[in-house]
């Protein structure tokens, strides 16, 4: 849409969504045109429309002016035949497919000279909704993301009958109401609620595993992946009723795909009433203010650390993203490390002298077993043996020593702050003793270590591998281009950096070993690795769009 004298915009639906698009669209000079079934429907839209701007006014976001102007340009109807004359129009009703297609079947009948009907379905298909019209190649998706006023993304979805010129304008009336449109193939969950859906669905297994408490599950996440908020945190504020059906609605959409099967736990908390912030009680109790109840766990209990020697002496085993960003943070340490590297094979003089030892090699389970196996051969009884867990769990990592209650797992990924924080993970059969030493270790070293129970990959590093790998395979099937992922992700759901972009700055390598370490050590399919990323991997790519898919 140029700049300049702007066409009539008319808006379907005068609820949240739709006076929020109302709303943005008039304060960029739209004249809109507001249709909804009662009058008293519409008054309520116009309130909750007029408060927003109120708001905006009072947070000396917007000049009392520009409100009364925007206020100036909206009209309210009931009558359905004044949409008839705008250029593009964009539905906003509620999710349910047969009433969307009502709507554009009349939309198509009353609007023949609209250059585009957009529908702001959140998941529903626009092929769909396009085949109740006769003219399919003006339809398309426009996915504001609530609140609108607040939210920059747009995705804009293409239905199968989408024509190229209904996608660029789509593209260019996002742009000229202030907003970041991404161009989106259709697809179950479109872009945004099917990359994301890992961010909660996999915290649900993490916690269903034992693996760590809902407090030190958010607690790592926003601490070692930089997110905002963390997962349980993140379901209370949307609702676990709400989390539950989207999951659902994307699981069949998918046709029962395993990588998007919903948890038992969240069927659980919505039979139970627990839906979040909305009831007062979820993941977390609520005040009555809205704040979450937190007990002792976020912070994690005090330490007990056993007493290192005076002098620390490590050997760090492996080569990789991994091992090469651990040998760096030793170096930066000036304290009591003296730190040496090499491999099993040939490191029998240092690592005769070491007093902890790291395997950081990206090792499938059975080659890690036999790494710490040769090593122990190596070293005296009290040397602590470290291993990364990213594709083995420890219990598994430590099966062929003859002394495993030395070995310590531990889960990290090389930080985008340069501040590290190590999940300790010991095993089955890891002395108690040898835990709070390898805890001490880790401090020494100038990391937060946190404590959690066993598991390949730990919390944040297994979360983020099903968040980055799910957004790789986005872009693989075209959904959109990884650049569009990664914007989509960053302003949709407040992401600190594109899920593609943390996969391409940790290691693609380095997530396709996890993935691959979750399925052995689980068979579970839905940690089964896309070809596209283990083509990428073989080929030697560190970057996605430097490859064809």
């Known amino acids: 849409m140029p700049a300049g004298a702007r066409p009539r915009l008319g808006v379907v639906g005068g609820g949240t969504m739709g006076t929020g698009i109302g709303e943005v669209a008039a304060l960029a000079g739209f004249p809109v045109v507001i249709y909804d079934l009662t009058d008293e429907l519409l008054a309520r839209g116009r309130a909750r429309l007029e408060a927003s701007l109120q708001r905006a006014v009072a947070r000396g976001r917007l000049k009392p002016a520009a409100a009364r102007d925007a206020l100036a340009r909206i009209a309210w109807t009931t009558a359905f035949e004044a949409l008839g004359d705008a250029a593009a129009v964009i539905e906003a009703i509620p999710e349910d497919l047969t009433l969307k297609r009502d709507v554009f079947r009349r939309l198509d009948e009353t609007c023949a000279d609209a250059r585009l009907l957009a529908s702001n379905t959140s998941s529903l298909s626009i092929s769909a909704i396009a085949a109740a019209t006769r003219r399919p190649d003006r339809i398309i998706g426009m996915h504001f993301f609530n609140p609108v006023p607040a939210m920059a993304l747009v995705e804009v979805v293409r239905g199968a009958q989408t024509a190229d010129r209904t996608a660029d304008a789509a593209v260019a009336l996002a742009e000229a109401m202030g907003k970041t449109p991404v161009r989106v193939a259709e697809g179950p969950g479109f872009l945004v609620n099917r990359v994301a859906r890992p961010f909660g669905g996999e915290a649900l297994r993490v916690l269903a595993e034992g693996v760590a408490p809902v407090e030190v599950i958010d607690r790592i996440m926003r601490e070692a992946g930089g997110y905002r908020m963390g997962p349980f945190e993140l379901l209370d504020l949307i609702g676990l009723d709400v989390n539950l059906a989207v999951s659902r609605a994307i699981y069949e959409a998918f046709f029962h795909d395993p990588r998007y099967r919903p948890h038992p736990l969240q069927q659980q908390m919505v039979d139970a009433g627990l839906l979040g912030r909305k009831t007062g009680r979820g993941f977390y109790a609520y005040t009555e203010r809205g704040e979450p109840v937190r007990g002792d766990s976020a912070a994690g209990p005090p330490p007990r650390w056993e007493a290192l020697p005076t002098e620390t002496r490590v050997l760090l085993v492996g080569t990789g993203r991994v091992a090469d960003a651990l040998a760096a943070r030793l170096r930066a340490v000036d304290l009591r490390l003296a730190v040496s590297e090499g491999s099993p094979a040939g490191a029998a003089a240092p690592a005769a002298l070491a007093t902890v030892v790291i395997d950081a090699a990206l090792a499938p389970a059975q080659e890690k077993a036999e790494t710490l196996a040769r090593l122990e051969a190596m070293l005296p ?97 075209a959904i959109a281009s990884a650049a569009a992922i990664d914007t989509a992700m960053r302003l949709g759901v407040n992401y600190p950096q594109g899920p593609i972009a943390r996969a391409e700055a940790v290691g693609l390598e380095v997530i396709l070993a996890i993935m691959e370490g979750l399925y052995q050590e689980t068979r579970d399919p839905r940690y089964r690795s896309h070809p596209a990323l283990r083509r990428l991997v073989a080929a030697g790519r560190t970057r996605i769009e430097e490859t064809a898919r």
Not at 466 to 473: F, K, P, Y
Request: charged letters at 15%; zero cysteines.
């Open 381 to 477: 009884p009290q040397t602590l043996l470290l291993t990364l867990t990213l594709t083995a769990s420890t219990t598994t990592a430590a099966r062929l020593t003859g002394r495993p209650e030395r070995v310590v797992g531990f889960a990290a990924l090389p930080p985008a702050s340069g501040r590290w924080l190590v999940e300790v993970q010991p095993g089955l059969r890891t002395d108690p003793a040898a835990a709070r030493r390898a805890q001490a270790f880790w401090a020494l070293a100038g990391a937060e270590a946190i404590a959690i129970g066993e598991g390949p990959g730990g919390v944040y590093p297994r979360i983020q591998a099903m968040l980055s790998h799910e957004a790789v395979v986005a872009w693989a099937e």
